[in-house]
C-alpha cells in the first residue's frame, strides 16, 4: 500500500477510540475560555501518545508539537475546543449531561478528529519533514476569539502555515469542500439606544418617539447595503434585536436595537462602519431624540491562501477522490480561523457529516445538530495526509 492507503487503514482502526473521544467530549461540554476539563482531557491524550505540548496558551488552550525525523517547515494543524450555550434536544446516549451547554457546532469532532491525527503522525514520524505544530484553541464562538489570543502569545510563531476543518452539514458524510481566496465573512456587532421622551401614546405631539425613529432608522440603513455596497460586493446588515418596551397606549423613552454587519472586504467594512454612525446620528438627532452607539469589530474576513490552498486541494483529491471534493460557496457566517489567515498562509476546509438516512440533517448551532462518525474516520486521516504531504512539498 502507499502512504495514503496506509493512512486510511490505519484511521478506519482508530475510528472506535476517536468516536469514544468525540462522545465524552460531547456529553461533557464547555463555553468559550472556560474549557479546563477539555484542555485536561485533551493533554491527557498527548501525554499518552507521547507528545510533548503546552497548557494555559491563550488561558485555556493547548499547543502540541511533533517534530519529524526529516528537516522542513512547522505547519500548523487547528481545532477548536469551546461549545455553545444552547440545551440539547438529542436523547442519544452521548448527549449532553450540562444543562444549557452543547457542542453544537462540531467543536467535539474537530478536538477528537486532530486528537486521532496525531495519533497517526506518530506512527509516522519518519515521514514528516519538519514538524507538525498542533493548536486545540479555546473560544472560536465568542469575542475576542481564542485565535486571536493564541497569536498574541506567539503560539503560531516559526509556522509557515496553517491548516483547519470544520464539520459541515450541509456536505454528505464522504464529501470535502474546500474554497480558494476569499471564504467567510467578517461579523461585526451593532448596538443602537435611541433615547427619546416618552409619555401618553394619545399625546404624541408632546413626545419624541423613539420607536418610530428606530423604525426609520432600519429601514433606512439598508440603504448601506443596497446603494452604497459595490454590488459585486456581498455585504449584509441585519438587526435581529429590536426592544421598545412600552405598551399600546404608552410610548417608551428608549428603543434598544442589535444587529450583525458582515462583508468580505476589509476597506469597505471599515467605510461602512462609518456610513453607520453617520446616518444613524443624522437621523436620530435630526428627529429630535438622543444617540448611543456601539460597534463592536468581530472577526476578520477567512481568506485561504490561494497557493496553499492549491496545494491542500490536490492533496484532498488525492485522498478521496476528485469526485468527492466539492466547491464551495461564499459563507456569511464567520470564524475566527481568520486572524489567523490574516497572519500567515492558512486554509479552512469542510467535512462532510450528513445523512438523511438516519435523520442527520439538522444545521450548526441548533439543539438537535449532530454529525455521522462516519466522517471521522475521513477527518482523521486526512488531516494526517495533507500535514505529511504538505510538508513534503514545503520541503521541496
Same mark, same amino acid.
Given at each position: 500500500?502507499?502512504?495514503?492507503?496506509?493512512?486510511?487503514?490505519?484511521?478506519?482502526?482508530?475510528?472506535?477510540?476517536?468516536?469514544?473521544?468525540?462522545?465524552?467530549?460531547?456529553?461533557?461540554?464547555?463555553?468559550?475560555?472556560?474549557?479546563?476539563?477539555?484542555?485536561?482531557?485533551?493533554?491527557?491524550?498527548?501525554?499518552?501518545?507521547?507528545?510533548?505540548?503546552?497548557?494555559?496558551?491563550?488561558?485555556?488552550?493547548?499547543?502540541?508539537?511533533?517534530?519529524?525525523?526529516?528537516?522542513?517547515?512547522?505547519?500548523?494543524?487547528?481545532?477548536?475546543?469551546?461549545?455553545?450555550?444552547?440545551?440539547?434536544?438529542?436523547?442519544?446516549?452521548?448527549?449532553?449531561?450540562?444543562?444549557?451547554?452543547?457542542?453544537?457546532?462540531?467543536?467535539?469532532?474537530?478536538?477528537?478528529? +486532530?486528537? *486521532? !491525527? $496525531? /495519533?497517526?503522525?506518530? @506512527? &509516522?514520524?519518519?515521514?514528516?519533514?519538519?514538524?507538525? =505544530?498542533?493548536?486545540?484553541?479555546?473560544?472560536?464562538?465568542?469575542?475576542?476569539?481564542?485565535?486571536?489570543?493564541?497569536?498574541?502569545?506567539?503560539? +503560531?510563531? *516559526? !509556522? $509557515? /502555515?496553517?491548516?483547519? @476543518? &470544520?464539520?459541515?452539514?450541509?456536505?454528505?458524510?464522504? =464529501?470535502?469542500?474546500?474554497?480558494?481566496?476569499?471564504?467567510?465573512?467578517?461579523?461585526?456587532?451593532?448596538?443602537?439606544?435611541?433615547?427619546?421622551?416618552?409619555?401618553?401614546? $394619545?399625546?404624541?405631539?408632546?413626545?419624541?418617539?423613539?420607536?418610530?425613529?428606530?423604525?426609520?432608522?432600519?429601514?433606512?440603513?439598508?440603504?448601506?447595503?443596497?446603494?452604497?455596497?459595490?454590488?459585486?460586493?456581498?455585504?449584509?446588515?441585519?438587526?435581529?434585536?429590536?426592544? $421598545?418596551?412600552?405598551?399600546?397606549?404608552?410610548?417608551?423613552?428608549?428603543?434598544?436595537?442589535?444587529?450583525?454587519?458582515?462583508?468580505?472586504?476589509?476597506?469597505?467594512?471599515?467605510?461602512?462602519?462609518?456610513?453607520?454612525?453617520?446616518?444613524?446620528?443624522?437621523?436620530?438627532?435630526?428627529?429630535?431624540?438622543?444617540?448611543?452607539?456601539?460597534?463592536?469589530?468581530?472577526?476578520?474576513?477567512?481568506?485561504?491562501?490561494?497557493?496553499?490552498?492549491?496545494?491542500?486541494?490536490?492533496?484532498?483529491?488525492?485522498?478521496?477522490?476528485?469526485?468527492?471534493?466539492?466547491?464551495?460557496?461564499?459563507?456569511?457566517?464567520?470564524?475566527?480561523?481568520?486572524?489567523?489567515?490574516?497572519?500567515?498562509?492558512?486554509?479552512?476546509?469542510?467535512?462532510?457529516?450528513?445523512?438523511?438516512?438516519?435523520?442527520?440533517?439538522?444545521?450548526?448551532?441548533?439543539?438537535?445538530?449532530?454529525?455521522?462518525?462516519?466522517?471521522?474516520?475521513?477527518?482523521?486521516?486526512?488531516?494526517?495526509?495533507?500535514?505529511?504531504?504538505?510538508?513534503?512539498?514545503?520541503?521541496?
Amino acid at each position: 500500500m502507499n502512504l495514503a492507503e496506509t493512512l486510511r487503514a490505519e484511521a478506519r482502526d482508530l475510528h472506535p477510540r476517536v468516536v469514544a473521544w468525540r462522545r465524552h467530549l460531547h456529553r461533557h461540554p464547555e463555553l468559550a475560555f472556560e474549557e479546563h476539563e477539555t484542555a485536561a482531557f485533551v493533554s491527557e491524550r498527548l501525554t499518552e501518545l507521547g507528545i510533548a505540548h503546552r497548557t494555559g496558551v491563550a488561558r485555556t488552550g493547548v499547543v502540541g508539537e511533533i517534530v519529524g525525523q526529516r528537516p522542513g517547515p512547522t505547519l500548523a494543524l487547528r481545532a477548536d475546543l469551546d461549545a455553545l450555550p444552547i440545551a440539547e434536544a438529542n436523547t442519544h446516549d452521548y448527549a449532553s449531561t450540562r444543562p444549557g451547554k452543547m457542542h453544537a457546532c462540531g467543536h467535539d469532532a474537530h478536538t477528537a478528529s +486532530l486528537l *486521532g !491525527t $496525531a /495519533a497517526l503522525l506518530m @506512527q &509516522h514520524r519518519d515521514h514528516i519533514c519538519g514538524t507538525v =505544530r498542533l493548536i486545540f484553541q479555546p473560544s472560536e464562538e465568542k469575542l475576542p476569539g481564542g485565535a486571536s489570543v493564541m497569536l498574541a502569545e506567539n503560539a +503560531l510563531e *516559526g !509556522t $509557515a /502555515a496553517i491548516v483547519g @476543518q &470544520h464539520v459541515m452539514p450541509l456536505l454528505e458524510v464522504g =464529501r470535502v469542500g474546500i474554497r480558494s481566496g476569499r471564504y467567510m465573512a467578517s461579523a461585526d456587532e451593532i448596538y443602537l439606544d435611541i433615547i427619546g421622551r416618552g409619555g401618553h401614546a $394619545a399625546q404624541p405631539h408632546t413626545l419624541i418617539d423613539p420607536v418610530g425613529i428606530a423604525a426609520q432608522l432600519i429601514v433606512a440603513l439598508q440603504q448601506l447595503v443596497s446603494r452604497r455596497a459595490d454590488p459585486r460586493l456581498p455585504s449584509v446588515l441585519s438587526f435581529g434585536r429590536v426592544e $421598545a418596551l412600552g405598551a399600546t397606549n404608552v410610548i417608551p423613552e428608549r428603543v434598544h436595537l442589535e444587529g450583525t454587519f458582515r462583508t468580505f472586504d476589509e476597506s469597505w467594512r471599515s467605510r461602512a462602519h462609518e456610513a453607520i454612525r453617520d446616518m444613524a446620528r443624522g437621523i436620530v438627532e435630526g428627529m429630535g431624540a438622543r444617540l448611543e452607539l456601539e460597534i463592536r469589530r468581530g472577526y476578520p474576513v477567512l481568506t485561504n491562501d490561494e497557493q496553499l490552498t492549491a496545494s491542500v486541494r490536490a492533496a484532498i483529491e488525492a485522498y478521496v477522490g476528485p469526485e468527492n471534493v466539492v466547491d464551495l460557496d461564499l459563507w456569511m457566517a464567520s470564524e475566527d480561523f481568520a486572524y489567523y489567515t490574516q497572519a500567515l498562509p492558512g486554509c479552512f476546509y469542510r467535512i462532510g457529516t450528513r445523512n438523511e438516512g438516519r435523520g442527520i440533517v439538522h444545521g450548526l448551532h441548533t439543539p438537535q445538530f449532530d454529525i455521522d462518525e462516519e466522517a471521522l474516520a475521513l477527518s482523521t486521516g486526512l488531516m494526517a495526509w495533507l500535514a505529511l504531504d504538505g510538508l513534503a512539498r514545503q520541503a521541496g
